[in-house]
Nanobody, 115 residues
Framework: QVQLVESGGGLVQAGESLRLSCVASGRIFSDLFMRWFRQFPGKKGREFVASIFWSGDRSYYEPSLNGRFTISTDNAKNTVYLQMDNLKPEDTAVYYC???????WGQGTQVTVSS
């Protein structure tokens, strides 16, 4: 079992930055596959944002982000981060952390970007 707790969301203006955190506990190992997803207001599905292995290897991003977001890990703090720069109103969503294998999810953290 893996437990995930996200934090760091909030209300910011367009162009500003936020750093989301996902603290993991339980059965953590280097090949644990970590991903960030987001769910837009009024939408049912969740969109892939970024992924990385717990070891810090092989990060990957949704191409439409154009380099604005950075995913990273801090094994000493059991935390996965999502650094979000140059935020846009269309980034407004609930952001979720996910771990595989096992398809574990956190509770989500709200990000709101005003124009």
């Amino acid at each position: 079992q893996v437990q995930l707790v996200e934090s760091g969301g909030g209300l910011v203006q367009a162009g500003e930055s936020l750093r989301l955190s996902c603290v993991a506990s339980g059965r953590i190992f280097s090949d644990l596959f970590m991903r960030w997803f987001r769910q837009f207001p009024g939408k049912k599905g969740r969109e892939f944002v970024a992924s990385i292995f717990w070891s810090g290897d092989r990060s990957y991003y949704e191409p439409s982000l154009n380099g604005r977001f950075t995913i990273s890990t801090d094994n000493a703090k059991n935390t996965v981060y999502l650094q979000m720069d140059n935020l846009k109103p269309e980034d407004t969503a609930v952001y979720y952390c996910n771990a595989d294998p096992g398809d574990y999810w956190g509770q989500g953290t709200q990000v709101t970007v005003s124009s």
